[in-house]
């Protein structure tokens, strides 16, 4: 007997008790759609609602790719399709001895894919049939007696290759970020072979945000339109009718922007990248890394202080020549911030610096930590805002050489300028990113543009 995606969901001895009540009835009639299933006409309308279609499918699309406001239960239901498709199709007659037919779930990050694992493994262990199933089960992988698995894994194209894959559900695809950079097209390419062999499905399931990426381009491509690939975009209400409508009033009085983006599923037209990539890579000298001091050169710094975590303590060393600024050493640490202060400031003595500009970040800590090992520590004049548009203003007009360090250029081609709630443009990393160096890089840029700044530097050397 075939069990389908819909009998999974409404059977109480399968998964009835979470999937068949009202609350996941747009789950249901989006899925059906989606693997070809006959509708109901209130489905047919929920399909037709959600996916721009005029007509509901008459056989299974390949891929799905979801754009879904947050709460809206994509977490769960990636859970059930990783569980669906690895126990509920058998594909042993296609495997080579020993190959494994593998569901591969794929998430922004560890906690995120470690939320998902813990839907799946609560779904298989709360159903007699599916907990027989399980031969092993680790906090990343649940491999069953019929040759399939289940694994979750990060967003990395290196970690999908070599696999023979019966379905890749991909979760908050919108914000594979990765240093910086968004990894989500080397991540498809490598997937789609690994997919080819059991002809898996391809299922994509976020929140919306920025209209870039392989997300917002599979929306323009097929949003609306009869398709093998399936797109579909619904608010969180939609799709979670239990999710309390106060919660979505509060977030648009708080910020409209974002809650249309992360409640109403509705791609953000208000943010742009900030720098050109190509820009970036023109900036950058072939080699070296870093240049060591140069006798006669009048050399600033520039930090951005750290207090551990996952942000690096970063400092940025240059000097000007005409009317360019060298970037000599960009360096970045984890690890204690006293030890770290300790090691900033040898470097700074090494090129002769006796005075470093920084926030103001942590009150006094950083002055009195520098104090410490006789230098200086200053307060920019200028917020992170000032310091990204000193930067934007000289890469524009090529008056900045970059050191040979793409951790550096993944996060200034990261960079997003947004606009905020009272109008005023707002300039950072995007969600799970980082922009430590591109802020030591910002800071230096505008510390050695500054006349009055330079001028001090270079008293301090006469």
């Known amino acids: 007997m075939t069990v389908t995606i819909t009998?999974?969901?409404?059977?109480?001895?399968?998964?009835?008790g979470t999937f068949g009540g009202d609350s996941f009835a747009a789950w249901r009639a989006l899925l059906g759609g989606f693997y070809g299933l006959p509708l109901n006409d209130p489905e047919a309308d929920t399909f037709k609602a959600i996916t721009g279609r005029t007509e509901t499918p008459q056989e299974a699309a390949h891929e799905l790719w979801l754009a879904v406001g947050r709460r809206g239960g994509k977490s769960h239901v990636a859970g059930l399709l990783a569980i669906f498709e690895a126990c509920f199709h058998d594909h042993r007659d296609r495997l080579a001895p020993g190959e494994v037919a593998t569901c591969m779930v794929i998430a922004s990050d560890r906690r995120q894919a470690r939320a998902v694992m813990r839907y799946i493994s609560g779904l298989v262990s709360e159903n007699p049939m599916l907990r027989r199933m399980v031969l092993r089960e680790n906090s990343e992988a649940i491999e069953f007696r019929n040759r399939a698995a289940i694994e979750v894994h990060t967003a990395s194209h290196r970690a999908v290759r070599g696999y023979t894959l019966s379905a890749a559900i991909l979760d908050e695809i919108a914000f594979w970020h990765v240093e910086g950079a968004n990894p989500d097209v080397e991540i498809i390419a490598a997937l789609r072979p690994a997919l080819a062999t059991l002809g898996g499905k391809l299922i994509a399931l976020s929140s919306p945000y920025a209209r870039r990426g392989v997300l917002w381009n599979q929306y323009r491509r097929h949003f609306g339109h009869d398709s093998p690939v399936l797109v579909a975009q619904a608010p969180s209400m939609t799709m979670n009718p239990t999710l309390p409508q106060r919660v979505v009033d509060d977030a648009m009085k708080d910020d409209a922007?974002?809650?249309?983006?992360?409640?109403?599923?509705?791609f953000r037209s208000d943010i742009a990248s900030l720098i050109d990539p190509d820009l970036i890579e023109r900036a950058?000298?072939?080699?070296?890394?870093?240049?060591?001091?140069?006798?006669?050169?009048?050399?600033?710094?520039?930090?951005?202080?750290?207090?551990?975590?996952?942000?690096?303590?970063?400092?940025?060393?240059?000097?000007?020549?005409g009317d360019a600024v060298v970037v000599d050493a960009v360096r970045g640490l984890?690890?204690?911030?006293?030890?770290?202060?300790?090691?900033?400031?040898?470097?700074?003595?090494?090129y002769g610096i006796k005075r470093v500009t920084g926030d103001r970040y942590a009150g006094r800590w950083p002055r009195d930590e520098f104090l410490k090992h006789?230098?200086?520590?200053?307060?920019?004049?200028?917020?992170?805002?000032?310091?990204?548009?000193?930067?934007?203003?000289?890469?524009?007009?090529?008056?900045?050489?970059?050191?040979?360090?793409?951790?550096?250029?993944?996060?200034?081609?990261?960079?997003?300028?947004?606009?905020?709630?009272?109008?005023?443009?707002?300039?950072d990393h995007p969600p799970g990113g980082h922009d430590d160096l591109a802020n030591a890089v910002a800071g230096l840029v505008a510390v050695v543009k500054a006349p009055r700044q330079f001028m001090t530097h270079t008293e301090l050397r006469l």
């Open 374 to 427: 006789g230098i200086r520590y200053e307060v920019s004049e200028l917020d992170r805002n000032g310091l990204y548009l000193e930067l934007l203003a000289a890469m524009n007009s090529g008056r900045v050489e970059l050191p040979p360090d793409q951790k550096l250029a993944r996060q200034m081609a990261a960079l997003e300028r947004r606009t905020g709630r009272s109008g005023r443009d707002m300039i």
């Open 257 to 266: 922007a974002r809650a249309c983006a992360e409640y109403l599923a509705q």
């Open 334 to 350: 984890h690890g204690s911030p006293a030890e770290i202060a300790k090691e900033h400031a040898g470097v700074l003595r090494s």
């Open 7 to 16: 009998d999974a969901m409404t059977d109480r001895q399968l998964f009835g």
């Open 284 to 321: 950058q000298r072939p080699k070296p890394r870093e240049l060591p001091a140069a006798r006669g050169t009048h050399y600033v710094a520039f930090t951005d202080p750290a207090g551990g975590g996952q942000d690096e303590f970063t400092l940025a060393i240059g000097h000007r020549e």
